[in-house]
């Protein structure tokens, strides 16, 4: 919970720190290894059949109290990432990897596999581990990876190795080695974005080699690469590049770049900032196939990365400065602070990621037209809520998941704005927002749910909000006092 991690240390901190001071001694005290050094490179090869070529470079030290018969490896999936051709070696010997299939829920989108290491692997030394596959996903793909004869995209989500902690008590953690190099080898005629710090670019054959750094507070990484026609705004509140598969005609892309920077503006002043420096907000286009918040799952949909966001073909063929379009690209551009930056545990998925992916745009547009445009946004908020109840049954906040069926889940979708808004009104707005930034900045790559969000507003502003979050969260219907305080007044 943010309160023990932030705040008084509770008994569940005072045990983390005792667990820290024991692994803190000069002897260790289980089975582990360090990753020393670690190299990713990704190769996109063209042809009939395009796919990515996968390479990890790790160099390990053996930092535990025993030698190391094996050592386990999360990889992407076949179903979902396509993944194909995988090979091992350390130290030059080629190994195969085995699947511990046994140990994993058979829902997860990765798979952890076991390296035996023969011999046994002693203290202190090091290993040299290589790991190669290749990723090819089926033709509508999915939005966590698209490959096709013109661009591709990774987002961080499982297609890259993870090296796993051995599961002994006390164990080292694994964890990515900082400075931890990404090299991108593409056409010279691909545009390419990656998650890190622009490192240079060089030929390698015919293609181009772009390097990036990844560093410790960086999160996983992201790639969007592709033959794209770029067009550049320059807008007062800043700068945002369309990346297409056809060129958007200028006056639309002038409107929208403009709506979208002073969206971002508002978003990171509302909810903090998300990069250390200005840079351009990024609005790609993809080929695959994602999935749209509606019953059939067909429509203008997107998939946000960091400072920027992947919108479907359906999408651009809308006018760029058309209500539709924009709504999906603020929605997505909203998850970037909560999704991305802080991920969400399966309970606050729909009600707090969704909620607050539908609340963000209100707070832009309150920006852009004041109290009223605020107040009319809350109205059609509830009209929507009103509606989607009529066709189902209403589950509580609490327990909506993503996996139940539409009709609920645009119930919740509403009903979560609203408890933003309901927020707003209870703590007021700058408590609320600084709240929201708080959790942000505290839960940085890690995931969370309502008793965090919670806990940072009140940390923010000193009120004490657990009847509020209790009828929010567990009963169906809003308070009277909500609905009365944005009724029409006739």
Sequence with gaps: ML???????????????????????????????KVQKET????????DHPHLAIRAAYQLRNVGNAPLNSIEVSLPDEKTFGRQNLSAEIDGRPVTPSLAAAERESSAPDEIFRI???????QKQKRNLVLEYRLAPAPRGRAAIAVDDVSFHLQPQGWFPELQTPKKLFSHDVERPDPTPV?????PEFLV??????SGARK???????????HKLNLDPFIVAGRYHQQEVNAPEGDVVFWTLAPISAPASQVAGARLAATMKVYAAAFGPILKKSAPVH??????????????GEGPAGWPFLNGVLLNRQAFALEASSEVFLGVAEHELAHT??????RLRPEAEIGMGEGFAEYAPIVAAEARGGAAARANAVRQRLKLYDDARVASVEKPLSAIRAGDPWEQRKISYAKGSLLFLALEDECGEAGARRGIAHLVSALHGESAGFEDLRSAVELETGKNLAEFFRIWLNDTGLPDSFRERYAVKQ
């Design 3 to 33: 309160r023990n991690k932030i705040g008084r240390p509770g008994s569940g901190a005072i045990l983390a720190l005792a667990l820290v001071c024991l692994a803190a001694c000069s002897v260790p005290l289980a089975p582990g290894y």
């Design 40 to 47: 990713l490179d990704v190769l996109y090869v063209s042809g």
């Design 116 to 122: 035996s290491i023969e011999p046994a692997w002693p």
């Design 183 to 187: 090299n991108l080898i593409v056409p």
């Design 193 to 198: 974005i990656s998650t890190g710090s622009s």
């Design 204 to 214: 390698q054959g015919g293609d181009i080699e772009h390097r990036f750094t990844l």
């Design 283 to 296: 609005i790609a286009e993809t080929s695959t196939h994602l999935y749209g918040r509606s019953a059939t």
């Design 337 to 342: 602070w909560l999704g991305e930056q802080v």
